[in-house]
């Protein structure tokens, strides 16, 4: 089982930046994939943004290319979105999911396991 706590989130204005973190723990040894989903009230859960979690690549919706970035550092196990110039239709909760064998690193059904899901509010 792998457990995954999320931090960061809040209400910030039109244009500011916030930094999502995800720690996973427990048999974290054999994750192959990691990335951060969204969703929004009344909205289908959407892909933000996914990372190899050996290789390092990294995907991005085309919503958010350019202004999220999605990092992991490895001595700490951690993952991160760091969100820049934010709009409001960024709102929604989002979610850090994990998984050993994710063919589709954009689809959710992928991952086995799933954050909380911190909330973020962008206002105009």
């Known amino acids: 089982q792998v457990q995954l706590v999320e931090s960061g989130g809040g209400l910030v204005q039109a244009g500011a930046s916030l930094r999502l973190s995800c720690a996973p723990s427990?048999?974290?040894?054999?994750?192959?994939?990691m990335g951060w989903f969204r969703q929004a009230p009344g909205k289908e859960r959407e892909f933000v943004a996914g990372?190899?979690?050996?290789?390092?690549?990294?995907y991005y919706a085309d919503s958010v290319a350019g202004r999220f970035t999605i990092s992991r550092d490895n001595a700490k196990a951690t993952l991160y979105l760091q969100m820049n110039s934010l709009k409001p239709e960024d709102t929604a909760v989002y979610y850090c999911?994990?998984?050993?064998?994710?063919?589709?690193?954009?689809?959710?059904?992928?991952?086995?396991?799933w954050g909380q899901g911190p909330q973020v509010t962008v206002s105009s």
């Open positions: 427990g048999r974290t040894f054999n994750l192959a994939s």
């Open positions: 990372i190899g979690w050996r290789s390092g690549i990294t």
């Open positions: 999911a994990a998984g050993t064998l994710v063919p589709y690193i954009r689809q959710p059904g992928g991952y086995g396991y």
